[in-house]
């Protein structure tokens, strides 16, 4: 059973400071990894995807991923109010067919941005 | 370019009635996720898709759901005999035939079983 593992929150973060969330995945065979942001009442939409260890940074967003820690991050800089979403950590591996499988999703972190 | 759309936005059936989500991928994308979100809970994967064949079901309840992706048109995600138990948000993402790419979702289904 593959399991991605998120700190509920909320997390609340001052304006302008670096927000932190955290996701831990089960299962070694994933290969990609992936952060939605999601608003009340709407869709995820994809923010970042890593697929290797290290940094991939995006304008104000760095995504960490340690695969032997299983352990993957999201680093949102200068934060604004509208950030306040919940942040849904996602995983998938390859598909024995080919492929890959359908995304495992945290139950994701609730941010709320401060004024 | 389009993106994933999905129809109807909001569906209303009583129960015992059945449903019908459809999702049309992104121009380019031919593999097709469904995916169900109840209230407070998290995304869970039902099935995986390409055009005419079905990859991966381990997630879609053995009784009433089904899938289908034909050759031409959209995918359809059908719940015969619905419950108050399936309203839910149904997603629909698709992505390129290839590995480590990127999945994007439509805006959803709000199914509501009165």
């Known amino acids: 059973q593959k399991e991605v593992e998120q700190n509920s929150g909320p997390l609340s973060v001052p304006e302008g400071a670096i927000a932190s969330l955290n996701c831990t995945y089960s299962d070694r065979g994933s290969q990609s990894f992936f952060w939605y942001r999601q608003y009340s009442g709407k869709s995820p939409e994809l923010i970042m995807s890593i697929y290797s260890n290290g940094d991939q940074e995006d304008g104000r967003f760095t995504a960490q991923l340690n695969k032997a820690s299983q352990y993957v991050s999201l680093l949102i800089r200068d934060s604004q109010p509208s950030d306040s979403a919940t942040y849904l950590c996602?995983?998938?591996?390859?598909?024995?067919?080919?492929?890959?499988?359908?995304?495992?999703f945290g139950k994701g972190t609730h941010l709320i941005i401060q004024p | 370019n389009a993106g994933v759309m999905q129809n109807p936005r909001h569906l209303v059936r009583r129960r015992g009635q059945e449903a019908r989500l459809r999702c049309s991928p992104m121009?380019?994308?031919?593999?097709v996720y469904w995916y169900r979100q109840l209230p407070e809970e998290g995304l869970k994967f039902m099935v995986y898709l390409q055009k005419e064949n079905i990859i991966d079901e381990s997630g879609m309840p053995k009784e009433r759901f089904s899938a289908e992706f034909p050759k031409e048109g959209p995918s359809i995600l059908r719940i015969q005999q619905v419950v108050r138990g399936d309203s839910a948000a149904y997603f629909c993402?698709?992505?390129?035939?290839?590995?480590?790419?990127?999945?994007?979702f439509g805006q959803g289904t709000r199914l509501t079983v009165v």
């Open positions: 121009k380019g994308h031919s593999h």
């Open positions: 993402a698709s992505s390129r035939p290839t590995l480590n790419t990127e999945a994007f």
């Open positions: 996602a995983v998938s591996g390859l598909y024995s067919g080919g492929g890959a499988d359908g995304l495992t």
